[in-house]
């Protein structure tokens, strides 16, 4: 028996799917989305204590081992832990602090217990 609609290769009724972008060049995804996604997680931008801030979200595959000193509670940040990255907008690289979540959330309302010398190592 055969079909009322034969194969013809021609004509094919459904079309490929396209795995492509329709403009060549373009992948709908900013610089900034590129950045933020290499290292898992998304930024902004916060204001405190009349500064601007940077602030990384940063997911814990990436930081995998490397080990971090919280300014917020003085404590280590393990390896694989997320946590989030927070630099003054107008400084460098150098600069940047890695933070756990809550104490970032929670600067505000508290300072270190252990204040250590300007010139200690930096973790």
């Known amino acids: 028996m055969q079909s009322r609609f034969p194969y013809s290769p021609e004509r094919c009724p459904v079309s490929?799917?396209?795995?492509?972008?329709?403009?060549a060049g373009t992948t709908g995804r900013s610089a900034e989305?590129?950045?933020a996604?290499?290292?898992?997680?998304?930024?902004s931008t916060e204001t405190w204590q009349g500064e601007?801030?940077?602030v990384r979200h940063v997911?814990?595959?990436?930081?995998?081992?490397?080990t971090y000193?919280?300014?917020g509670c003085d404590q280590l940040i393990p390896s694989g832990v997320?946590?989030?990255v927070a630099w003054p907008e107008h400084s460098g690289v150098d600069d940047?602090?890695?933070w756990h979540k809550s104490c970032w959330n929670a600067k505000d309302r508290r300072t270190t217990r252990v204040q250590r010398p300007r010139n200690a190592p930096r973790f």
């Open 69 to 71: 000193r919280c300014p």
């Open 16 to 23: 490929p799917r396209r795995n492509r972008p329709k403009v």
């Open 37 to 43: 996604g290499r290292y898992g997680g998304w930024q």
């Open 82 to 84: 997320p946590h989030v």
């Open 96 to 98: 940047r602090r890695h």
């Open 52 to 54: 601007q801030w940077s």
């Open 33 to 35: 989305d590129d950045q």
């Open 59 to 66: 997911a814990g595959a990436s930081a995998e081992g490397k």
